[in-house]
């Protein structure tokens, strides 16, 4: 098993934490306080470091967020960069997997801790995610269109699919900023906490995730990711596919056996 802590020791903008508030999760902190967490170079290469070695741990739900003393999840992605680039630099630097698909990808779950502003690339990093409980300060949006670009890190194509192609060309084509209220009632997040809460319902849905076993948990995850992606009668036979897999492995048989003998299931796939 790889040592998450040791994956980000080298790291200036990232830092990992396992164990922490919950056993078997890990929390993933972004952190340049004096950018607002902006996506800069460093800050996705250190961010991919770490995601890479998320696999080959014994984690099984990720907590993505911004640290405390930021004021942000993520305030977009660097705009300094941005002006010095051209077109065929952009593409190169646009290239797949970029920050957006190593969430998106990523084996375990993910749940974007929204401690503060998300905008712009940070509005799609949390699209990226599996679920997104945002905290009742966040605000969020797709400014790009002030700056006269667009959504490039997937906000054209994740943000529809989450709440609608109408809310989704507001949001892009006015750049509008939202609160957290109204983020809720359309769908961009999950769910809205205050400081006496939030941390705790965070860390409550972790820990209700990281109780599961391993194996079914990245194939529940892909299979819903599929319903996005596939007409319905595809996605059905994936489904199929990917619940029929679960039974090659020995934690199927575990977790039958423990219901049936009202006990706790300790998962091979562990």
């Not at 599961?212 to 819903?224: N, T």
């Not at 020995?250 to 009202?262: C, T």
Request: negative net charge; contains cysteine; proline residues 4%.
């Amino acid at each position: 098993m790889t040592d998450l802590a040791d994956a980000a020791a080298d790291c200036e903008t990232v830092s990992v934490s396992v164990g922490d508030r919950v056993e078997n999760v890990a929390t993933v902190e972004l952190h340049r306080p004096e950018a607002r967490n902006a996506l800069n170079t460093q800050l996705r290469s250190e961010f991919k470091q770490v995601f890479d070695a998320i696999p080959d741990s014994d984690v099984r739900a990720v907590v993505l967020t911004g640290a405390a003393d930021t004021g942000a999840f993520v305030a977009g992605a660097d705009v300094t960069e941005l002006r010095e680039r051209d077109m065929l630099e952009q593409r190169e630097a646009s290239k797949r997997p970029r920050v957006y698909e190593y969430v998106d990808e990523c084996p375990m779950p993910v749940i974007a801790r929204i401690n503060g502003h998300a905008l712009g690339g940070g509005c799609e990093l949390i699209q990226a995610a599996d679920i997104r409980i945002a905290h009742t300060d966040a605000k969020f949006g797709q400014p790009e269109i002030n700056l006269g670009i667009m959504p490039g890190g997937g906000g054209t194509q994740r943000l529809p699919r989450l709440v609608g192609e109408g809310h989704a060309m507001r949001l892009i084509l006015t750049g509008d900023l939202i609160d957290a209220t109204e983020a809720a009632d359309i769908g961009l997040v999950d769910e809205v906490h205050d400081d006496d809460v939030f941390d705790e319902r965070v860390y409550e849905i972790a820990a209700s995730i990281a109780e599961k076993s391993p194996a079914a948990l990245e194939l529940a995850k892909k299979a819903v990711r599929a319903s996005s992606r596939m007409d319905l009668e595809a996605g059905i036979e994936y489904e199929a596919e990917l619940f029929a897999q679960l039974f090659a492995t020995g934690d199927k048989d575990e977790g039958i056996d423990a219901f049936l003998e009202d006990r706790e299931p300790e998962w091979a796939s562990e």
